[in-house]
């Protein structure tokens, strides 16, 4: 069920850059192969998500983990106090910040239903700061922003949250920075690939890049 860093991968090119898609560490695991808790926690999440995908390939090993975690994304998506596009900018902020290619895959459609500046999605993916940012937008970007850089916030951006969102929306907001930041790091190092297979949205940061020679 695991794999290493010797297999060779799929080599594939995106805008003039060649990528290795190294195999998935933690793939599905097949039903024959399920525990009968796997099968009901699996069963159960397919109802309402409608199949296994993202990190729950992974946690499917921890199925009592895999439930509670499905809950609360549920939470997290849809009865979350904050303002959904404040929501979903946050996710996307995220994804960025933890080069995950599978939650920026799935989050970028939802931020265009909601009419979020395409703009302000470009400039979130190509590591800028966006322009033409509302002033609840502009707080969150601060917050979040110096939130993954700092692993804390100063009292003046904690002030500028808390009078726009209330202390009960900025411990909310802090959940979807927290719900998004793990869902990433389970699917960073499981490589988790792409919904369906597509190419890599998100390239890699400078700061994650080195020269070979």
């Known amino acids: 069920m695991s794999s290493n860093d010797e297999s060779p991968g799929v080599s594939i090119a995106v805008n003039g850059v060649s990528y290795t898609i190294l195999p998935e560490r933690l793939p599905r695991i097949p039903e024959e192969q399920m525990s009968d808790q796997q099968r009901k926690v699996t069963a159960d999440l397919a109802a309402t998500r409608g199949s296994l995908r993202g990190p729950f390939r992974a946690t499917m090993r921890c199925p009592e983990l895999m439930d509670h975690m ?107 920075v927290g719900y998004y930041s793990m869902n990433a790091i389970i699917m960073n190092v499981s490589r988790t690939p792409a919904p369906d297979g597509d190419p890599l949205p998100l390239a890699a940061m400078p700061r994650m890049l080195r020269s070979n020679k």
């Open 70 to 176: 499905q809950k609360l994304g549920a939470h997290i998506r849809y009865k979350c106090g904050l303002d959904v596009k404040i929501n979903r900018l946050a996710s996307l902020m995220v994804a960025r910040h933890w080069t995950n290619q599978y939650e920026w895959a799935a989050s970028v459609p939802y931020a265009h239903e909601l009419e979020i500046s395409p703009d302000i999605i470009d400039a979130i993916r190509d590591g800028r700061r966006p322009r033409g940012m509302s002033d609840d937008q502009e707080v969150l970007y601060e917050f979040v922003t110096e939130l993954l850089a700092n692993k804390s916030v100063c009292d003046q951006t904690y002030g500028m949250a808390v009078n726009l969102f209330g202390e009960q929306g900025v411990v909310e907001l802090l959940s979807v």
